[in-house]
Each structure stands twice: as C-alpha cells, then as structure tokens.
C-alpha cells in the first residue's frame, strides 16, 4: 500500500503542485480512507520526502557503482545524461519543480534533505577527483566540472530537451573539452 500511495501522490503532485494536493485527494485516489493513509505516512511531507529520497538514495548507489567499477568519465556522464533524458520522457517533471519549490519554503524540508544532496554531491565530486587522480582533469577544474555536470543535468531534466534536439552524448563531450579532459 505504500507503494501506491507514493506512486499515487508522484501523479497528482506532478499535475497539479505539492501545496494543491490534500491528504484527503491521495487518499480518494489510493480508494483509502484518510486514517488509513495516516496510518502510512504522518503527513504529505513524509510522503514528499519518501519519494525524494528514493531518488537520491538510487542516484548515490549508482554513482558508487560507477566509482567502484572505475569506468571513464566520459562513459559515466554519457550515461548520466540519457538516463535523465530517457527518465524524462518517462516520470512527471513537474513533480520535481513543484518538489523543489515545495522543499525550499518549508526549513524543516530543507535540512532533512540537505545530507542527501551533500552526499550526492561528495559522490559526484568524487568521481571528477578520481579523474585528477588520473591525470585526466586539473585539480583546479574540478569545481567548475561539477558546475558544468549540475548545470547540464538540471537543463535536461527541466528543460525541453526535445525541443531544440541536443544528444546527451554530446552535453558530456562538452563538459570534458571545457575541463580539458585528456581523453576526450
């Protein structure tokens, strides 16, 4: 049943936005009644919450992957970028507009998700230092490879990527020639 709350609170967040979904609407849609979903979760930002950290939980666990098999940058964002591409087409983006907007105005939100994004972050960073390590990157390039991968996922996701046709392949060769990566 916790399954299809989520699954059934992604939906309705998706079209309309966090703040205009009841309690009393995800319980209608599960055909539950409202005690029953309280027995479930405590509150919509609980549910909020499961959600958002299943994807970070599942985003970090694939880029400790990533880092244990030590596959090349290059291959690593290439395929960073087509899953959040192909994800897109897939799962309603709103809901993580509204997510994010939703997030930043409730502080309790804010620090609850913060040791999720500092460990996505700490990964992601993780994985361009191993790359100085190899003499693929400058040390100093580092931050602004972490900007450059941030800055593309987030135009993939929230943008209509579809629109002006960019390949995903292509987002990743730009982020290694702007770093000057050696085997680009």
């Known amino acids: ?43 919509k930002d609980e549910i909020c919450y499961t959600i958002i950290k299943y994807v970070l ?13 030590n596959i090349s940058l290059k291959e690593v964002l290439t395929d960073i970028f087509q899953k959040a591409y192909k994800e897109k087409t897939k799962k309603s983006l709103e809901f993580f507009l509204h997510m994010l907007d939703y997030i930043k105005g409730i502080p309790a939100l804010e620090k609850k998700f913060k040791p999720l994004k500092e460990e ?21 390039n580092v931050e602004l490879a972490y900007y450059l991968f941030e800055s593309c996922l ?8 579809k629109l002006i046709n960019v390949d995903p392949k292509d987002i990743a060769t ?11």
């Open 1 to 43: 049943m916790r399954v299809k709350i989520l699954k059934t609170a992604f939906n309705l967040i998706g079209k309309k936005s966090v703040k205009d979904v009841s309690m009393r609407e995800i319980a209608e849609a599960c055909n539950i009644t409202k005690p029953s979903l309280y027995y479930y979760f405590k509150d």
């Open 57 to 69: 939980d599942e985003q970090n666990e694939k880029l400790k992957q990533y880092i244990e098999q």
């Open 120 to 140: 996505n972050e700490k990964l992601a960073k993780e994985l361009f230092n191993r790359e100085v390590k190899n003499k693929n990157i400058n040390k100093d």
């Open 154 to 161: 987030h135009h993939i996701v929230f943008a209509p990527i």
């Open 174 to 184: 730009s982020i290694l020639k702007a770093i000057d990566y050696k085997n680009c």
